[in-house]
Each structure stands twice: as structure tokens, then as C-alpha cells.
């Protein structure tokens, strides 16, 4: 992983097709939430799609949490479609067959000539595309548990969300008072909170 790569770095936001076709940017996709990016080595990998299949369960959860998740491998349109319906899953899948993020993070798993994958990784990151942890899942055990993405996503979502804790006097004051904006869903975006924190 390029050396820049670390927690509290901005990672790049990609554009690529996703399973349909069409570009999306990561930025667009993460729209102000927590995201889970998963760069997976494709679905030929049967680490990667034990890995998705254990997604699949928490994916209903970072839905309900406000939470996005993502995944991007190597394989054209027609594998990823394979992929993201093989393992049952409803989140976006992007295609990257130009090897555009592997190259530009410095993660090609040149132990596998053949398919010419990336080193897979799970990538937390909090709003803004700004990393929160990195999880190199080469070997399958040094992927993330789904507990510890639970954990990663609380820890986040605690960080990001102004009205994390409602019970406070200053936030029942404050919904007492109108200003709702410190609330979801009518608040500021993360960018807002986290410029006048500065």
C-alpha cells in the first residue's frame, strides 16, 4: 500500500463503472456517511467471496446505520455482475479492469501472475473519504471480522454524528430551542461539523 495510505490521509476518489455501467465516484457513493470499501481480488477468489457472504449479513445493518459499503476488484462488468449476484449482494460493485487503483495504491499481488489481482484490503472510512483504518487481507485472517466493522462503524458513527448521544442537556436544549440542524436527518454535513471544530 502506497506509504501516504494512513489513518487520517484522504483517499483518492476514484471514478469507475460500477455492475450497471456506470461511472460513479467514490465520493458520490459515500454521500456524507461511513463507507466500508472492500478492494477485492474478484470473484474467482474464495477467500473474497467467503469475505462478501459475510457482507451480505452486514450490509443490512450499516443500512439501517446510516453506513455505506462498497466493493472494487479487477474483474470486467460481466465477472462483477457474476460476483455481486453469486454471493447475494446489494451494494455497489465497481470494476476497475484498467488496474487503475491498483497501480495507484501499489497493491498488485504479483504472487498471481495469472489473474494479475489486487492484494485485497478492507478500508474503513469516515466521511469526506478520510481513512479510519486499513485491514490487509492477504492472508484471509488479517480481514476484518464483522464484529470489528461493527466496532469500526460505532467508532466512526460516534466521531461523525453530532447527536451521537441525545441524552445530553446541551442537545435536548438545543431540539427544545429549534436547531435542528445539530439532528439527523436535518443536520449538517460532516465537512460543516468537522470546519467548525476547527
Known amino acids: 500500500m502506497r506509504p501516504d495510505m494512513t489513518p487520517g490521509a484522504t483517499f483518492p476518489d476514484y471514478e469507475l463503472s460500477d455492475n450497471t455501467g456506470t461511472h460513479r465516484k467514490l465520493s458520490d457513493l459515500q454521500a ?22 459475510g457482507l451480505v449479513q452486514l450490509h443490512r445493518e450499516l443500512e439501517v446505520g ?14 462483477t455482475n457474476e460476483y455481486r449476484s453469486g454471493v447475494g449482494a446489494h451494494w455497489p460493485f465497481l470494476s476497475d479492469t484498467r488496474r487503475i487503483v491498483q497501480k495507484d495504491l501499489d497493491i498488485a499481488e504479483y504472487t498471481d501472475p495469472v489473474h494479475n489481482p489486487m492484494i485485497p484490503h478492507t478500508i474503513v472510512l469516515e466521511p469526506g473519504l478520510v481513512i479510519y483504518k486499513i485491514y490487509n487481507g492477504y492472508w484471509f485472517f488479517g480481514r476484518p471480522t464483522m464484529e470489528e466493522l461493527r466496532q469500526d462503524m460505532r467508532a466512526v458513527s460516534k466521531k461523525c454524528r453530532p447527536d451521537w448521544d441525545i441524552t445530553t442537556p446541551e442537545l435536548k436544549a438545543a431540539w427544545q430551542q429549534g436547531r435542528k440542524e445539530l439532528f439527523h436527518p436535518y443536520g449538517k454535513t460532516y465537512a460543516q461539523t468537522i470546519s467548525e471544530q476547527d
Not at 39 to 46: A, D, F, H, M, T
Not at 66 to 79: A, F, G, H
Open 32 to 53: 456524507e456517511q461511513p463507507l466500508v470499501l472492500v478492494l477485492s481480488r474478484g470473484g474467482y477468489c474464495p477467500k473474497d467471496r467467503r469475505q462478501h457472504e
Open 66 to 79: 446510516y453506513c455505506r459499503l462498497v466493493t472494487i476488484s479487477t474483474d470486467n462488468i460481466s465477472e
